[in-house]
């Protein structure tokens, strides 16, 4: 039996959605990891992906989301704000220990 083509033409779209219909996403196990990947792509920094997922099963949720919202609201050029959620991340941390042990000298 021989196969037959139809006449009709299939769109661009349609066969690009059937191409990349087989690559599926990011599948995450864990809330964390499905934060962390979101993290990665909101900063637009999809390199670290890891990194971030890493961060968010370790470090308090309302730190990550105070560094996600300056180096989103940050004006600059550049379109990845990973590097400026790292220092924000990194200050709030300082700045919580310190209030810790200040806290602590200043009960005795």
Do not use: C
Request: aromatic share 12%; charged share 40%; no cysteine.
């Amino acid at each position: 039996m021989v196969k037959r083509f139809s006449k009709t033409f299939e769109s661009a779209k349609a066969i690009l959605e059937r191409r990349f219909a087989k690559r599926l996403g990011v599948h995450a196990k864990y809330e964390f990891q499905e934060y962390g990947i979101w993290l990665s792509e909101t900063l637009h920094d999809k390199r670290h992906k890891t990194l971030y997922i890493k961060l968010a099963k370790e470090k308090p949720r309302p730190f990550l989301e105070e560094a996600r919202i300056f180096a989103i609201d940050y004006p600059s050029r550049s379109v990845n704000r990973g590097r400026l959620f790292m220092w924000k991340l990194s200050e709030l941390e300082k700045e919580s220990k310190k209030k810790r042990t200040g806290a602590k000298i200043g009960d005795l």
